[in-house]
């Protein structure tokens, strides 16, 4: 790994603790008040969804740029040049550090086995990318799974803050961080495995070794069948929302019209 690697992962670990303990809680406390009544386990945790929030919206962006603009990555997936991809990885790489180190130091509150193994599993992988540049595409076409995020902490935000359910705010939220899900993590499995499957064989899928290939593939189903698991339980938490909001609705209205009826007692 290059020394200008290193310096960017450890700046993004730096960064995003700083990011955690100094810059959340004085923006969030001007934000909204609600982050004021919050005990102090809501707080640690609101404090680290804000920096999920930003370590996704910087890497899924470069992430889109990397696959717009690389042609060198686009033209070879497994050996083209990882410049650009190896930096967005870097900054990942500090970020799951960072998360790992948070995990455990609040392990009864925040402490999650589904987190940790995704972010084992991701480590593992991408430091194959970092130590030899190998998989640039098909580590930087991962990272798109990021963009689903900020959706599902803004529906944490929402739920911490006693949002109603039928909100409408909640409800849009809840619809589109099902469809990003969905887009970002489960729909691009056929295509991504398709590249996959395409290199097995060929001389640069030989170059790898057995150790990359492996590490390479298993952190892929891993992380597939994670995904598969949450798509799975953010469906329902969106069904719930929607025949809530619609519950709620039909309450109204049969409200509305109760009152209109009464009145309409009285005037007869």
């Avoid at 995990?103 to 999650?112: E, H, K, R």
């Avoid at 006693?162 to 939220?173: E, G, I, M, Q």
Wanted: hydrophobic share 45%; charged share 15%; glycine share 6%.
């Amino acid at each position: 790994m290059e020394m200008r690697e290193l310096t960017v992962m450890a700046g993004s670990f730096v960064g995003f603790q700083l990011l955690y303990s100094v810059v959340s809680p004085l923006l969030s406390s001007v934000l909204t008040k609600g982050y004021g009544r919050l005990p102090p386990t809501k707080l640690n945790e609101w404090n680290s969804r804000t920096v999920s929030t930003v370590h996704a919206l910087i890497v899924g962006l470069f992430c889109l740029y990397i696959l717009r603009y690389d042609d060198a990555v686009n033209a070879d997936p497994v050996w083209g040049d990882p410049n650009l991809v190896k930096l967005n990885v870097a900054i990942t790489c500090g970020y799951l550090l960072y998360d790992l180190v948070l995990l455990a130091c609040n392990w009864s509150t925040m402490g999650d086995s589904f987190f940790v193994c995704h972010h084992l599993a991701a480590l593992y992988a991408y430091g194959f990318v970092l130590s030899r540049g190998v998989l640039p595409y098909f580590a930087n076409f991962r990272l798109i799974s990021e963009l689903s995020t900020p959706f599902v902490n803004q529906r944490w935000f929402y739920e911490i803050l006693h949002y109603p359910r039928s909100d409408r705010l909640v409800v849009a939220n809840g619809v589109a961080m099902t469809v990003v899900f969905f887009l970002v993590r489960i729909a691009v499995m056929p295509s991504y495995w398709e590249s996959v499957f395409a290199t097995f064989g060929t001389p640069a899928f030989e170059r790898l070794g057995l150790a990359a290939q492996v590490a390479w593939i298993t952190s892929c189903i891993c992380l597939d069948v994670l995904n598969t698991v949450w798509m799975y339980k953010i469906t329902r938490g969106c069904y719930r929302v929607l025949t809530g909001a619609r519950k709620s609705k039909a309450k109204a209205s049969n409200g509305d019209g109760g009152k209109q009826a009464h009145m309409n007692n009285h005037t007869d």
